[in-house]
């Protein structure tokens, strides 16, 4: 399962989503709906862009972690 940390990533950089939604050219609505996990996927120019704008490394926001059954 991916984890999306873009939450911490925003609060460590005092920036808001829609400051973020803005700066990399999205709607609030699609942000919202990576930041809880609901995309099925990311363009990696999108990625790039948000990476750009919190000066961060795509595994700053993006995180493995293994499902236990």
Do not use: W
């Amino acid at each position: 399962m991916i984890v999306i940390k873009l939450d911490h990533m925003l609060l460590d950089r005092k920036m808001t989503s829609a400051q973020l939604a803005k700066a990399i050219d999205i709607t609030p609505a699609n942000l919202s709906i990576l930041k809880t996990g609901k995309a099925r996927g990311i363009r990696f120019n999108t990625l790039e862009k948000i990476c750009q704008v919190l000066q961060c490394q795509p595994g700053d926001i993006l995180k493995y972690e293994e499902i236990s059954e």
